[in-house]
Antibody, heavy 124, light 108 residues
Framework: QVQLVQSGAEVKKPGSSVKVSCKAS????????INWVRQAPGQGLEWMGG????????NYAQKFQGRVTITADESTSTAYMELSSLRSEDTAVYYC?????????????????WGQGTLVTVSS | EVVLTQSPGTLSLSPGERATLSCRAS???????LAWYQQKVGQAPRLLIY???SRATGIPDRFSGSGSGTDFTLTISRLEPGDFAVYYC?????????FGQGTKLEIK
């Protein structure tokens, strides 16, 4: 069974950066897309971008272009999401989510597996 | 970008009743690429339905999805106490993979 375990909560100052990790286990890492979704307090889900580790290049939502970097390390089966130039509106729970087992090599698929979420608080 | 609009925003029902949740897309979405998720307070979302009408592993048959084009529906036939949560639709046919704003299903 695929499991995604994320890094712990972070408190950051405005203008700084945060890097959240997502370690996968129980399945093949390199050929399945890992996506990042965030949820501001009391708000809905927002897709930020995703990556298929073996291909290396990430796909980002326009809203986050230039501020977010998604990477993956095949040697440790870990995906990362780094968000820069943080502002208070970036305070949210950040989730990683992997696509379904039948979506190998495909970025467009349902999100079958989710991490537990990482709370990032941006505050001066 | 495909905008998904869910209605109603909040649905108040009693256990045993039937719930009907709507998701409308700003442009046609292939049925293959429409999913529904359930999210309880403090938890990550859980996949319920994919391909508009296929139940995910372990999801009871009280949950069903239907629709095509721009109009999709999630139906919960007989509400149980654990069903009261927030429900999101998502399209994953074209990037960005957008979500609806959610429908909160609350106990009446």
């Amino acid at each position: 069974q695929v499991q995604l375990v994320q890094s712990g909560a972070e408190v950051k100052k405005p203008g700084s950066s945060v890097k959240v990790s997502c370690k996968a286990s129980g399945g093949t890492f390199r050929s399945y897309a890992i996506n990042w979704v965030r949820q501001a307090p009391g708000q809905g889900l927002e897709w930020m971008g995703g990556i298929i580790p073996m291909f290396g290049s990430a796909n980002y939502a326009q809203k986050f272009q230039g501020r977010v970097t998604i990477t993956a390390d095949e040697s440790t089966s870990t995906a990362y999401m780094e968000l820069s130039s943080l502002r208070s509106e970036d305070t949210a729970v950040y989730y990683c989510a992997r696509v379904s087992a039948d979506a190998e090599y495909s970025s467009g698929s349902r999100f079958d597996y989710w991490g537990q979420g990482t709370l990032v608080t941006v505050s001066s | 970008e495909v905008v998904l609009t869910q209605s109603p925003g909040t649905l108040s029902l009693s256990p045993g009743e039937r719930a009907t949740l709507s998701c409308r897309a700003s442009q046609s979405v292939s049925s293959r690429y429409l999913a529904w998720y359930q999210q309880k307070v403090g938890q990550a979302p859980r996949l319920l339905i994919y391909g508009a009408s296929s139940r995910a592993t372990g999801i009871p048959d009280r949950f069903s999805g239907s629709g095509s084009g721009t109009d999709f529906t999630l139906t919960i036939s007989r509400l149980e106490p654990g069903d009261f949560a927030v429900y999101y639709c998502q399209q994953y046919g074209s990037s960005p993979y957008t979500f609806g704003q959610g429908t909160k299903l609350e106990i009446k």
